[in-house]
């Protein structure tokens, strides 16, 4: 309908390489990836003996997340080996998440085919991400149970042929982690993409009252959503190294 309100679900294609398709999320998530990745060269280039303010803010706020997962984990030595994993996960899902009203973002792109083809488009709002988000974070917690405790050890808090208690108890287990794959990607992707179509309709209605507010409350989800995922990361590889034998 000419004028009205459209939401897309999924991210559009803007071509391809090689058989691959580019859409304007993988695009936008190249921009932000080179984006951090250039932040973290230069504030490396930049660190002195004697920190100044910023530098002394960025170094206590990492400290403050180090030593919370070092409590967490009850390893300082875990802690500095999944933390760059953990700091990423945050910083690149809440610098998405932030950038998603950011001029430019959904409102630049082409006309194709008699439709507005946006060149980009919040990586979060794109199941696709969050699911492969969500596959990252499984795999390494699986991993980091089975060099932690070694093959069988991790594998018998979910094959357990001692009791039919055990048995059942593993195969919820079973189910439970696979569910996270799900919990993890549709709990983000939803409350960011519900997030933006609400900001959407209220400028359709009310546009000079409503969607200011709005912006900033989904601005301050957005830090939380980004803060829930890196957390439950840390709490599941926690869950992956305790004893199976205590966990059950």
Known sequence: MSGGI????????????????????????????????GCAFFFGRRVKMVPGK????????????????????ESEELARKFFPLVATIFLLVALMNELEFFPGVGSIGIVHAGSFLPLLRTPTTDLNFTLALALISFFVIEVTGISVLGFFRHMSRYVNLRSPMGFVVGLLEILSNL??????????????????VMVLV?????????PAPLMGFEMFIGLVQAAVFAILTLFFIKL?????????
């Open 202 to 210: 209220a400028g359709y209605f009310l546009p000079f009252f409503l």
């Open 6 to 37: 459209s939401v897309v679900l999924a991210a559009e294609h803007l071509g391809s390489v090689f058989g691959f398709p580019i859409t304007n999320a993988l695009v936008m998530t190249w921009l932000l990836m080179a984006l951090l990745i």
């Open 240 to 248: 992956a190294i305790a004893d199976p034998a205590e966990a059950h």
């Open 179 to 196: 569910g996270r794959i799900i919990t993890f990607s549709f709990r983000l992707f939803g409350n960011i993409f519900a997030g933006e």
């Open 54 to 73: 910023f530098q002394a803010g960025v170094e206590w706020a990492f400290e403050g997340a180090l030593g919370y997962m070092a409590e967490t984990l």
